[in-house]
């Protein structure tokens, strides 16, 4: 299997200081402390759940980050 090169918890934080948002908003939007957020911001990985919950509240579809990595890999193999 291949490994991602999809750092989730980077791509979660630039988007948030692309949207001008705080760690105490996104805080408040998940329920949860800004220490959890700090925490995400570290994880090469996420759980769905959570990724979903995030890609809501932020308007981003997270999810789309692997679709095109799977595309561009299938992609690769078939040349």
Request: net charge neutral; hydrophobic share 40%; glycine share 2%.
């Amino acid at each position: 299997m291949r490994k991602t090169c999809i750092h989730i918890g980077k791509e979660i934080h630039d988007e948030l200081l692309r949207q001008g948002r705080s760690v105490m908003w996104l805080s408040q939007h998940l329920d949860c402390n800004r220490t959890n957020i700090y925490n995400i911001f570290c994880r090469e990985s996420i759980s769905t759940d959570l990724l979903m919950k995030i890609s809501f509240a932020m308007k981003r579809d997270f999810f789309a980050l692997y679709s095109q990595h799977i595309e561009s890999a299938l992609a690769e193999e078939d040349k």
